[in-house]
């Protein structure tokens, strides 16, 4: 049976959970408000399917996939949707292709209560509240469940999720190999905590008398360089900081304090992923092609396998998009390649106060400041400018 004696030998993808024939796992989170499973040893049966499934005892491998990845960048032709995007919008592309042929698309969505958990809906309404990152760790249990018996069916299936739960995806699956499943992950600094999130939006709420109807992070008020974070609220309100003003962003970003343990030493960050294809920010486009950067927004995508090919074919007419070298993104990208920073404070006593006091409070004595963020951004550029001499 599973068992997790160190929290860094965990991803919390949940893959354990939906395997288990006898509904014996399940998962409770820890002072830090990370899931790790639990087995209810009077319903185990000792089957060992939850070792089997799980990514960091059984990395996944396929065989399809490219040796290097293709490097594209691209956005899509419709501003008002690369412009509610984290990125280019490349996923909302997809996502209405596969809507279109009555497919099924997977993702993460906000709840009210504001934690976050992935879904698969043939529900095109959904897309809105797909679309975008979320900065706190998703839920997936019963997803894996739900996608393989969608597959069984002959329903297709576009599943967008973190490398760590699309190898436990796939490490479910088996090795079938599914010709009416595609998926893509997302380069990957490290998934938070729900808690810490939770905290910061009771303080939100607090302070504007109104609870949150949606949230935006990445949020392009101020351009996509520098991005935001939105908050609206019920009575009307609203909040939009830039991440270095923002204490929760400043805290993931510049501090790095609150990422699951296992996201430090990410096992799944080697290229190419199992994905068919990989997205994220083009950073660094700008100095690598001007003309794909106006501040709007402009998706990376690595196409890992021939399937992830295909599939972004059949929306070359919805964007606008060019082919690079990979050796071109090593260049203006380099912290794709890295681990998650480590936290750059003390950790524990963070964790510590979250326990004891609001939110306002442990960001006073433990998230760097307005100040220091800009000199980190600074330090950032100043990086990057070094790398591109070389």
């Known amino acids: ?21 006898t509904d014996a796992i ?17 319903k185990c049966i000792d089957c060992h399917l939850c070792e089997k499934v799980c990514p960091m005892l059984h990395k996944h491998v396929r065989e399809e996939v490219y040796d ?32 279109a042929e009555a497919g099924y698309v997977g993702g993460a969505i906000y709840n009210d209560d504001h934690t976050v958990s992935q879904i698969v809906t043939d ?24 996608i393989k018996v969608l597959l069984n069916k002959g329903e297709k299936v576009f599943f967008c999720g973190t490398p760590c739960q ?40 607090e302070k504007y008398h109104s609870h949150a109807t949606k949230i935006k992070f990445k949020h392009k008020k101020w351009g996509w360089h520098n991005f935001s974070i939105r908050i609206d609220f019920e009575n009307g309100k609203e909040y939009v900081k830039d991440w270095s003003h923002d204490p929760y962003f400043a805290g993931y970003c510049a501090d790095h304090l609150y990422t699951r343990p296992s996201c430090y030493e990410c096992p799944f960050r080697d290229y190419p992923h199992v994905s068919d294809f990989t997205l994220a920010d083009f950073w660094g486009i700008e100095n690598l092609d001007p003309s794909m950067d106006q501040d709007k927004g402009t998706s990376l995508i690595l196409v890992n396998t021939d399937k992830g090919r295909d599939f ?43 326990n004891r006091y609001p939110f306002r409070k442990v960001a006073k004595l433990h998230i760097t400041r307005p100040s220091s963020c800009k000199q980190f951004r600074a330090k950032a550029k100043g990086l990057l400018k070094r790398v591109l001499r070389k």
């Open 1 to 21: 049976m599973i068992q997790i004696f160190k929290t860094e030998d965990c991803c919390g993808c949940n893959a354990c959970g939906d395997i288990c024939p």
């Open 123 to 146: 529900d095109s309404n959904q897309l809105p509240n797909i679309r975008s990152s979320k900065y706190l760790q998703s839920n997936a249990e019963g997803v894996f469940k739900a």
């Open 68 to 99: 290097e990845p293709k490097v594209i960048g691209a956005y899509n032709k419709d501003e008002s949707i690369r412009l509610d995007s984290t990125s280019g919008g490349v996923h909302t592309a997809l996502a209405k292709k596969i809507f």
């Open 166 to 205: 699309v190898q436990g995806l796939y490490n479910f699956l088996g090795k079938r190999k599914y010709e009416n499943l595609v998926v893509a992950d997302f380069v990957c600094l490290g998934v938070n905590s729900p808690k810490v999130f939770l905290k910061y939006m009771d303080m939100m709420e």
């Open 312 to 354: 972004l074919s059949q929306i070359k007419d919805d964007v606008i998009s060019k082919e690079y070298q990979f050796s071109d993104l090593r260049k203006v990208y380099g912290a794709m390649f890295n681990n998650s920073p480590q936290p750059q404070g003390n950790r524990e006593a963070f964790f510590e106060d979250l």
């Open 26 to 42: 399940t998962f409770p989170s820890d002072k830090e408000g990370f899931w790790y499973p639990k087995v209810d040893l009077d």
